[in-house]
């Protein structure tokens, strides 16, 4: 019995602090809105392309709720993120050294969860970052115009990012490296008497994985 009695105080001290841990967590918690806005690095080579830039950008609204009894950020975002990478597209030349380098971008509606870990050093706040993210395409061109409306591309996008970034006053800037898990392609399609061919591993688990970098202002 009395080991019995033991526990059952112990539960109700552990539940007691976990009910005062939360309602401190609560009352410290404090939210803003934010605009934010950066560019995309991808990682695919698109050297030999010279109308394609070697960045495209992305753009939103979000929410930062800090919570700085652990030094926590939590935000979510929606933002608008064009892609841009290169593959290759066989037009009859057996060798693979003789693709022809063909442009592809698409354009995201994303929706993102930024979950931000650091220190409160007065004048600024360094942080680590991990960033599940999802998105649907509402445009796409350069070699999938053409098949834009059928199955073969896929318009779902999904992964995760993870990065560092850097709190002053207002402004948060926030680099990651992304891992995207959707595939680019449902299915190898023709465009143009062409095939898309896995030079640039940008079918058949191909992505649009790459480097960003955001600046964000919240009110």
Request: include cysteine.
């Amino acid at each position: 019995m009395p080991l019995f009695n033991n526990c059952f105080i112990m539960k109700k001290i552990l539940l007691i602090a976990v009910i005062l841990f939360a309602g401190l967590t609560a009352a410290e918690a404090k939210g803003g809105f934010g605009v934010k806005a950066g560019v995309n690095f991808p990682t695919s080579s698109i050297k030999d392309i010279k109308e394609v830039s070697p960045a495209s950008y992305h753009l939103g609204v979000a929410y930062n709720l800090n919570i700085p009894l652990v030094g926590l950020s939590i935000q979510p975002a929606l933002q608008y993120s064009l892609k841009q990478s290169a593959i290759g597209v066989d037009t009859g030349v057996s060798a693979l050294d003789n693709l022809t380098m063909e442009k592809v971008s698409m354009g995201y509606l994303e929706f993102m969860t930024s979950v931000q870990w650091g220190l409160d050093l007065i004048v600024a706040r360094p942080f680590l970052d991990v960033s599940p993210f999802v998105g649907y395409a509402l445009n796409g061109g350069g070699a999938i115009k053409d098949i834009w409306t059928s199955d073969a591309v896929n318009k779902l996008d999904y992964g995760i990012g993870l990065g560092a970034g850097l709190d002053v006053w207002k402004l948060q800037v926030v680099c990651r490296y992304n891992w995207n898990f959707g595939n680019l392609m449902s299915s190898v399609d023709t465009v143009e008497n062409g095939n898309f061919l896995d030079k640039y591993k940008m079918i058949k688990g191909g992505n649009f994985g790459g480097l960003t970098l955001s600046v964000a202002y919240f009110f």
